[in-house]
Nanobody, 119 residues
């Protein structure tokens, strides 16, 4: 059974930076695509960025140029470097694993980590 755990959320001022981490364990053969999703209050959960085992990446339009997703296959970790953060980036960010494409999330979710962008 794959488990994923996020860390690194917090409060940051507009224009600041934050790095989220995700550690995966168990059932590595299921982990093809890993991704970061976010959900703001009253909104649907949305894909922010995804990365495949081969390093192919996919970004939501709002994340392009500001966020960078990376992955270390050797130790089954994934990161999201977020720069130039805006108040509209405020949300709970979730690590996801096991997707086979960009259009549908995988079955494995972390518990979420809160990111708040505010002055």
């Amino acid at each position: 059974q794959v488990q994923v755990v996020e860390s690194g959320g917090g409060l940051v001022q507009p224009g600041g930076s934050l790095t989220l981490s995700c550690a995966a364990s168990g059932g590595f053969y299921n982990i093809r695509i890993m991704g970061w999703y976010r959900q703001a209050p009253g909104e649907q959960r949305e894909l922010v960025a995804g990365i495949s085992t081969a390093g192919l990446t996919h970004y939501q339009e709002a994340a392009k140029g500001r966020f960078t997703i990376t992955r270390n296959n050797a130790n089954h970790t994934m990161y999201l470097q977020m720069n130039s953060l805006k108040p509209e980036d405020t949300a709970v960010y979730y690590c996801n694993a096991g997707a086979v494409g960009w259009d549908l999330a995988g079955p494995y979710w972390g518990q979420g980590t809160q990111v708040t962008v505010s002055s």
